[in-house]
């Protein structure tokens, strides 16, 4: 099998169309059905919601696409490092502690609640970020992910418990907040904000986490700095998905996947994976949410329903049509 | 191969060199007391039964591993106040295993290694210069091929065009031939003759004594307990040590410039 990379232009082409599709569809279409809306449904719901949506998706996308590189694994995904179940236990701790009408108060709490678990895996991974570059061709990043999955695990345990205390009026949102919801985001700029950043942080020397990817120690052996790179990027991961989680709560599979659908399309090195993995997750979530507030209006779904939905059938279809 | 300033050869010295398994204090001991000096184009062989540590103290030499105690000198400084850029344009390290996450096309693999000790350089000629060595390495036709697609000994030769192209005059092979048929290992033993007419430097740790008789000048045998001889070839490279090295019976046959080892494969009940 050979592997030849589309055209790049054609690639922006076809991204900035999708783009644009997406967000038209998304605009235009209301649990009243299809239309241009009022002009304080399209500022004040619609607009927002799209764009929060776009966000979160971006930075997910964004966030697995990195996690990927710097495990060597492709089964990485931005829930795996604890940051998502860290921000449940804030956002979910909010709801249950704040009185109702406190205005951002699960926001303010995820984000609470991301900070500190992400500084919580650090602090306990940091040494085996910057070890295991010798003596095996194990990934030297095992430490880091079973941190993550540890203090993940807490974090789940903590939220079983808010979920067991809690009365049966709150139980709904807290319920909703944990299936991934983007109903109510009116904040859109954070996950853009965050998505931005992290890609920032990681642009000037992208094309090292493909050489890491490759081999950790052999990536030293031909002078990358792997164990700050590999923070960097661990760092950028986390502010990604903080913000995504704190804006439209847990939503699997587009950080899973969108980077390996971007990699069927033969954009893999990472300067492309990464932007084009954030555009698709963008896309994508904006999509899902679309459906997810219109298929069965006015109840509106949470959008990891759809999310998965879609989206497992699509990937298994694409991975298997090329191994066939 | 010409070297330019940045990529001048250097000697490779080995003072009382010390090497625990794993590089931690506690491991099992594997060298104990190991001193030489490569010289400009020598090629060195590293023997030694499974576990003796060849692969460790390659490591070392790549500065992966600190060493238990002693030191390892390279040109005029200790390995351990080199920059890992600076050290990249000097040795290149290419390791026994590889594990291929992600798609990647081979004559990639090939450039990051051009690229990351010659950041400047124009992106078609990093490519050409990656394709060259693929052919070098008879692995021209699979450029384009995905590297987790390519059998054992293909994704080898990917992996030492990536080490050759590297360009670091002072190469550290890690069973270089451990996938190669013969008209590949013969390949090998070639490049490696250019490399040293040309002043670099290599060390290859293999297992089959008559390839190791053909590719080298020099030769280290490590026993697994602690000791190791080394020096010229003609020194190192007897039946007698080579034998009691890995507990086998060995014959040796004198044929002029060459010599010929024979394992006696099956076991005879005395």
């Known amino acids: 099998m050979t592997l030849k990379p589309p ?53 997910l996308a964004l966030a697995g696409a990195l996690i990927q590189l710097v495990t060597r694994n492709p089964l990485g995904d931005p829930h795996v490092l604890g940051v998502t179940s860290g921000a449940s236990v804030g956002a979910l701790s909010a709801i249950l502690l704040l009185p109702a009408g406190v205005p951002f108060g699960p926001e303010i709490g995820a984000v609470l609640g991301a900070l500190l678990s992400m500084t919580l895996v650090f602090s306990l991974a940091w040494r085996s ?39 049966d009026f709150k139980l709904r949102n807290l319920v909703f907040w944990l299936l991934g919801d983007l109903n109510g985001a009116t904040l859109w700029w954070p996950a853009w904000g965050a998505a931005a950043l992290s890609l920032a942080l990681v642009w000037p020397r992208a094309h090292e986490l493909d050489w890491i990817a490759r081999g950790d120690a052999w990536a030293w052996t031909i002078g990358v700095s792997v164990a700050r790179r590999r923070r960097i990027a661990i760092l950028a991961a986390c502010l990604a998905t903080g913000a995504a989680v704190a804006t439209a709560g847990s939503i699997g599979f587009v950080g899973l996947v969108a980077p390996h659908v971007v990699r069927l399309t033969g954009l893999r090195a990472a300067r492309q994976l990464l932007p084009f993995s954030a555009l698709l997750g963008g896309v994508f979530l904006v ?38 | 191969m010409t070297w330019d300033a940045e990529h001048l050869p250097q000697s490779l010295h080995l003072d009382r060199l010390a090497l625990r398994a794993g590089g931690t204090g506690h491991g099992r001991l594997l060298v104990s007391e190991l001193t030489l000096h490569a010289a400009l184009g020598e090629r060195w062989v590293l023997l030694g039964p499974n576990g003796a540590g060849k692969s460790t103290l390659l490591m070392a030499i790549a500065g992966l591993v600190a060493p238990d105690a002693g030191s390892i000198v390279l040109g005029e400084r200790p390995l351990a106040q080199w920059r ?28 990051c290694a051009v690229l990351a000790t010659d950041p400047q350089r124009d992106a078609a000629e ?43 005059p002072l190469l550290l092979l890690d069973e270089p031939s451990s996938h190669l048929d013969w008209a590949h290992q013969r390949l090998l033993s070639r490049l490696l003759r250019q490399w040293s007419a040309d002043h670099g430097t290599a060390l290859v740790a293999v297992h089959d ?28 490279l007897t039946a007698s040590a080579i034998g009691d090295a890995y507990g086998v019976p060995v014959t040796l046959t004198d044929d002029g410039d060459a010599r010929w080892f024979r394992v006696d494969m099956v076991e005879r009940d005395e």
């Open chain 1, 129 to 167: 970020m910057g070890r295991g570059l010798a003596l095996s061709a194990q990934p030297g990043t095992v430490v880091v992910l079973l941190v993550g999955v540890m203090v993940g695990a807490a974090s789940g345990a903590v939220v079983s418990f808010i979920l067991a205390v809690a009365d």
């Open chain 1, 287 to 324: 999509l899902a949410d679309t459906v997810a507030r219109t298929v069965v209006a006015p109840t509106q779904l949470p959008v990891g329903v759809i999310s998965a939905a879609v989206g497992v059938p699509v990937f298994l279809m694409l991975l298997l049509r090329r191994r066939a």
């Open chain 1, 7 to 59: 055209p790049l232009l054609l690639a922006v082409l076809v991204a900035i169309g999708g783009m644009l599709l997406a967000l038209a569809l998304g605009l235009l279409s209301g649990s009243s059905g299809w239309g241009w809306p009022t002009h304080d449904i399209f500022w004040l719901i619609r607009l927002p919601r799209v764009l929060a949506a776009f966000g979160t998706g971006a930075a």
């Open chain 2, 84 to 111: 890992s850029e600076a050290l990249a344009r000097r040795r290149a390290w290419c390791p026994q295993f590889w594990l291929d996450p992600f798609p990647v096309s081979a004559w990639e693999t090939v450039a």
């Open chain 2, 126 to 168: 990093v490519e050409q210069l990656a394709r060259s060595w693929l052919e070098r390495l008879d692995a021209g036709l699979l450029a384009d091929h995905d590297v987790r697609t390519l059998s054992g000994g293909e994704r080898q030769r990917v992996a030492l065009a990536t080490a050759f192209a590297q360009g670091a």
């Open chain 2, 209 to 236: 004594l008559n390839l190791a008789w053909a590719l080298a000048t020099h030769a280290i045998l490590l026993d697994g307990k602690g000791g190791a001889v080394c020096g010229p070839r003609e020194r190192v």
